[in-house]
């Protein structure tokens, strides 16, 4: 059994999508923590697709040259917390029968093979208990958490050959919740939209934990790729156009003709992208109700069935206009979500050195830097439950 759940200290938080890698080092600040060393490096198409390593070796080159550019104090420390692939992933919350401790293990892993789509010997498997809102004495809600195990050993090949040392892998809706939710326990749900550069991830947190998670194509990067096309300007000027006029600005452009042409025009961002909107806002709704026709609310707030608020995460979240947009077309609030608000005093949502806005794009990376220190409170839950320490129960060579 591998951990992606259970806690562990003393490691920076590497978080690494198909395009890029960004790495996060917190550090004890008096009662807080802060910031103390960042980075990100860019990842060249073809090494991940689709969540799959194609090409360890030139990732583990990758890495290592990020952790030498990192910005702020010098690593020293050889151990991480590492992202794995939504897209890859599996969880699901089950129920269980409580019963001691030293039995859930094997019980989880027998009852797993009922929900898990591949065979059990083909992926790896963590669980946590999720303490239920209600008063429930007659069971465990179990949040089960599988991986294939091709995925992830590829994954611990590439860092090894990084020299850097996983203690602990972790989904990336785990990571992105663990940053974003201030409070431990979220009766009414709250939906979590992270808009990244090759996919968009939706996550449903509620109670303790991640309730549904689920990731389409629609994405920041295809918005450049429209823009692109259809103002006949290039990637690079399109992400421009797009962060400084977003869903809001008229905007005037130039295309230089035969060297010596220039054709002036006018057009609107909002304008090209309206079937990539509307798209996501289809996407949304269908994730919306999905949630509301399939989720289990018996260890919720039986008042609170729907979606109450949704948070906005990823570099795409800063597309100008686009929580208004949402907000109108949902009827449910939209904010930009602060993945400082376990981190800094005060609701603070940036640092002299991460903007608030490319925070945001970082949001995984400070999830996963968040784990270690966090392991206080999931002693604390344990000895809730079982009226103990907390054992060993998961190791990665079982």
């Known amino acids: 059994m591998l951990r992606f759940l259970t806690l562990e200290p003393e490691a920076i938080g590497l978080d690494i999508s198909d395009l890029s890698l960004k790495i996060i080092n917190l550090k004890k600040r ?23 390593i194609r090409d360890e070796e030139k990732l583990a080159e990758i890495i290592k040259v990020a952790i030498k550019k990192v910005k702020g104090e010098k690593l020293d ?5 590492a992202s794995l692939p939504e897209e890859k992933s599996f969880l699901q919350i089950i129920q269980m029968p409580r019963m001691p401790e030293e039995d859930l293990k094997s019980a989880v892993i027998y009852e797993a093979e009922n929900y898990i789509p591949l065979p059990i010997d083909q992926v790896y498997l ?37 020299r850097l040392q996983p203690k602990a892998l972790e989904i990336e809706s785990l990571s992105i919740v663990r940053a974003l939710i201030r409070s431990e326990v979220i009766a009414s749900p709250v939906l979590v939209i992270d808009l990244g550069e090759t996919r968009t991830t939706f996550i449903v947190f509620a109670g303790h934990a991640v309730r549904f998670t689920s990731s389409i194509p629609v994405s920041s990067g295809s918005f450049d790729e429209i823009i692109s096309k259809n ?25 230089k003709e035969k060297e010596t042409e220039i054709r002036k025009g006018q057009g609107k961002i909002f304008e090209t992208l309206i079937p990539a909107l509307v ?5 949304i709704k269908r994730h919306l109700e999905y949630y509301q026709t399939h989720a289990d609310y018996k260890q919720l707030s039986l008042n609170n069935k729907g979606i109450t608020k949704i948070l906005l995460c990823g570099g795409g979240a800063n597309l100008k206009g686009l929580s208004e947009l949402l907000a109108l077309e949902l009827k449910i609030p939209v904010e930009i979500a602060n993945p400082w608000v376990n981190i800094l005093p005060g609701g603070q949502k940036e640092t002299p050195e991460l903007s608030a806005k490319k925070s945001l794009g970082y949001t995984t990376a400070l999830g996963l830097a968040l784990r270690g220190i966090k392991s206080e409170q999931r002693e604390q839950l344990h000895r809730k439950i079982w009226g103990s320490q907390p054992k060993s129960v998961f190791k990665k060579d079982d």
Not at 239 to 248: F, Q, S, T, V
């Open 126 to 162: 963590d669980f946590e208990i999720i303490p239920s809102i209600q008063d429930d004495s007659s069971n465990f809600s179990i949040l089960l958490a599988a991986m294939p195990k091709k995925i992830v050993d590829s994954y611990i090949s590439s860092f090894k050959r990084a």
């Open 30 to 52: 008096g009662k807080f923590y802060g910031l103390a060393s960042f980075g990100e490096e860019r990842i060249k198409p073809g090494i991940i697709k689709r969540g799959e």
């Open 77 to 81: 420390t050889k151990y991480i917390i």
């Open 279 to 283: 798209d996501l806002i289809q996407q």
């Open 231 to 255: 103002l006949g300007v290039s990637l690079t000027e399109a992400e421009r156009l797009k962060i400084k006029y977003g869903l809001e600005e008229r905007l005037e452009f130039k295309i």
